[in-house]
Every structure is written in structure tokens, then in C-alpha cells.
């Protein structure tokens, strides 16, 4: 099989990858790597590691040459991998609200038709999965999100964006995203979602977590509008997005 | 604004609070960031007695215009950054780089070019009272984390101080600017290597690149031949670091620097060496550069000795020397007889 796997990242970083693709259970071993490294650190083992960072199917491992090296801190790390199946840990599940409206969804009629459906299927098909967070990552708060039905499942665009716009729901592959911030992007937009996925203003300013569970609800524009008021004033608890287990 | 501070009549194109790094939160998408040139954060910083992460002003290309609104304050600048100080009634005076200066209140310092290289850094005695965010005071624009809602200086912002006057003691300079390093930059290849075809390794390690005309703190864009990828340029997203080289599509190869994405799709071919990243980030556009392939413990030994290098300097510290003049206690303490002989040796 050939995992666990190490790749070098330059002299302050190496990889550990614990398989190949983007699937649940290689991804609870590295979430579970991520959390056992973390654990020893606080223990005060594998000292010189400076972080973690757990994505689909790898754990990078940062430290610092000059407090520790590669070929001590490696065997150390890869003695932490998990044997075998890890089982899923149960995350929080959210609902998010999610407008469809065409204005916010400029990829939606393009989209359609690459996937032979009509429009209006979309938005329900998009709103009607549960997704999985598998990790956090390119931008503060942003979060990669497993389980795009099937018939919406479509490469990135050719051309990325330079800009998309805040807040914007992205689909791509069998993965679906909130862009918590403007920035260049390759996704389908197909909605836009009021809620603030990081807000420094918060305790914890990051909103998702990797293992947590999302559910989109669709809103009408008026009430789209009324949410984004309250998530820039501050006044949108996110409490209130919590979705009963 | 009552306490001492540094008042910015003029933010210079792009002066930004930076200090070693926001470490730690990258698993939550939270980029590094910090001073790109770490190796001048420090020695400025040690320059005017600050431990050495402490956060300065990252300039890049054109400089900022302060007002000193405190008793005293003391400055080092690292860098080729071009530096006038004006007092009323003098005609403006050039302060040179890699020492210190001591300024009293109202005299303005204008930060001019920066040449030679794409950033400067300027550090103040104490540091500025400022909150961090998650335990670092470095600046990321994209997400507005740092002072000032994450922005650049402008004009009307205020530096808050944390000592109301310059610390005692004489002026201090380094005995000689750091080493950088020249020739090719040193790279350990990967972490996806193996997806390139082997013409595309040979290619990277020995053709010349150029910067192209994106250059910003969140990457290079490298202007240079096409690196063939064996079977398409994505892989799952996952980690990155500083120095990381990506190659999307089109074959031409992005060097990421601090404010880099924390996670990314494209194939790695090879990661800049840690010794070797001051250098690179100070690089504009136009800039030619090359690559040479070293081990991870060659690396890791290149960075170490850079460490001794740095150490080396700091403890040569010493006081700034009127121009030709003697310095009556190196005199008295160094010893000006070793290497003589008795007599009877062979």
C-alpha cells in the first residue's frame, strides 16, 4: 500500500500522507495523527515542532531545524500513526443559511446544464445533502466540505475567478465551500451564505472545525439581507445556528 | 493621543507591523505571515536592545514619514532603506542603516526608497504598545488580522510607544551588514516531485528564472520555462509553507512567501531551503534567480550556520566609532601580541 508515506517540505516541514485521495477514513487517521501529536506536545514530547497541519490526506508537521531534525522528529511522528480504522468522531452539526438567488449565483445556469438538470434543481439538490468538514485551510476560516451529490459534480472552472465575492458558495468536484472572504477563486458560485465563517470578534473567530457536520438552508433574499446585517453587527449568535444532533 | 507614540504623516507604499510570525493556526487557515525578511527584524531589533522577535515596521519599496511624539526614541533601520531625518531649522540629514539613532520629540524621519532589494525594516526601542492577535502583532491584509484592522500605514495613524524616551547608553552599529547569500538558491525537491516528468527537475535546476511582474508578500510568480507535469497539475489540497514552490497548469512555477494560503491543490516540485528564504523574499520583480538541489540535512545544516553567522553578529555589536576614530577600550582589551614566538621554537 505504501502509507504512511513521508515527502519533504524544505528543511522546516515534511509530510506525512496516510493515503492517496480525498475519502472519509483516510481522513479520520489524519485527523486523529493530528490530535494524538498535538496531545504529546502538550505532554512535552516531540519538542522543536512548532505545528500541525491536517488536510484530506496528509498531516504537515512544521519545526524548527534549529531546536530539532528531520531524522529524529520523523520516526517520532510516524510511531504516532493510527493502526487501522479510526472511528469518526462526532462533530457539531450546523445549519447555515444559504440564498440561491440568482444574483448571488452566477455559475448556477452553467452548472445546470453541464450536468444535463434544470436550473431549479440545483439549489435543492445542493441543500437537501449533509456534508462533512474535512478540513480548514487556504484562507482563515475556510472549510472543505465532503458529500456534493453526484449529479453536481463537476471539475473546478478552467479559469479562476480574480474575485469572488464574500460569503459566496463555491462547488467543485465532490466538495462544496463557503469563500469567507473576497479573494480569487475557481469554484461554481451558486448562492451566497450571510454567516461570518471567521470573525475576530469571537472567542473562537474561526466558526467550523474539521469532523463537524453542515446542513444549507435556503432563505429568500429579504431575510438573506437581514442575516448579513446581523453577522456585520456583531449580533448574529452563532448559537443559534447549531443544529439539533 | 496622549502616550508616546510615532505619529505617520505619510504611510509609504506599503509599511505593515510585522513580527517573527502568527504560529500555530494553521490547521484553522490562519496564515504565518510576518516580516518577510527575518533576518533584518532581528538584527534591527537587536540593534536597539529589543529581543529580537519583536514586532518592527516591514517597509517595501517607498517608505513612511514619521513624527516622533515621545521625549526620545531610538531607531535602527536593516536594510538598504534610505532614511532622512529633519529637525526644524537644519537642513535634512541621511541616516545610515545596520546602527542606531536617537531622535528627539518632533523631529520627523522620512523613509525614502528601498534599493535593492524589494523590503526594509525599521525597529523602535520597546517595541509599540499594541494588541496582538493570537499572541503576534504580524500584519495579514487579506483577512485584516493585525493592527490597525490588518491595514497598511496611512496618514493620521498613530504608533503607540511603550517607553516614553529613548533607553540610556550610547549609539550602537553592527561590525558588518549580514550575509544574505549569493548564487543559486538552494531547494530540497518535493514534496511532489516524482509528479513532474524527469526533463521538468532538470529543467528547474538549471534554467534561469526571472520574477515576473506578480510579486507580492504572498508569492512570486516566476517567469521562466514550463515545467511538464506527468499527469495534471492537482493533488488534494494540503499544507504549505513558506518557500514552497507551486506549479499549476500552465508550467510556470510560483514561489510562495509568507502570506501564503495555509493549504493548496497545485503540485510541489521543491521547497526554498530556510537559510535561503531572507534572501528570496527581498527579490522584486525582474530579479534573476536559480536553483541548485540540496538534502534535507544539508539544509538543516546550511540554516544552523546562518544561526552562528547571526549570533556572531549581535555579539559584535558594539558603539558606533566617530568616523576615524580609535576606539580606546577595543585598544585596551584586545590582545595585540598574540602569534609571538620565543625564540626557541621551530
Redesign the interface.
Known sequence: MGFPRT?????????VELG???DRATNARVMAL?ERVTAARAAGALPGV???????????V?YD??AT???ALEPAVLALVPEGEVPAAAGRLWRLPACYDTAFAPDLEDLARACGIAPEEVAPRHAAAEYHVY????????A?MGGLDPVLQRPRRSEPRVRVPAGSIGVAGALTLVY??E?PGGWHLIGRCPVAL?D?RRAE??LLA?GDRVRFEPVDRANFEELAAAARDGTLDSETLLGAA | MSGPHLEVLDGGLFTTVQDLGR?????????VAGALDPIGLRLANALVGNPQGTAALEIAYLGPCLRVAADSVRIAAAGPLSLLLERPGEPPEPLAPWRSHTLQRGWVLRAGPVTGAAVAVLAVAGGFALPP?LGSLSTYT????GPFDGRPLAAGVVLPLTRPAAPAGEEVELAEPPDYGSGPVR??????AERFDEAALDTFLSAPYRVGKEADRMGLRLDGPALVHLAGADV??????T??IQVPGSGQPILLLNDH????GYT?IA????ADLPRVARLRSGDALGFRAVT??E??A???RQ?RHLSGLVAGISRVRPPGGIDLEALATSNLISGAVAGDET
Open positions: 515527502a519533504s517540505a524544505g528543511d522546516t516541514a515534511f509530510h492517496d485521495g480525498i493530528h512548532v505545528e500541525t497541519v491536517p488536510s484530506f490526506r496528509s498531516l504537515l512544521v531545524p534549529c531534525a528531520r531524522a478540513m480548514l485551510g487556504f484562507m482563515p476560516g475556510l472543505y469567507p472572504w479573494s471567521f475576530r473567530p474561526v474539521a | 504560529f500555530g493556526h494553521q490547521a484553522l487557515g490562519i496564515p492577535f487579506r483577512a485584516g488580522l531547494v530540497v525537491p518535493g514534496p511532489q488534494p489540497s494540503d499544507g504549505l509553507v518557500g514552497s494560503q495555509t493549504a493548496g510541489k521547497t526554498v531551503i530556510s534535507v540535512a539544509a538543516e546550511l540554516r544552523r544561526e
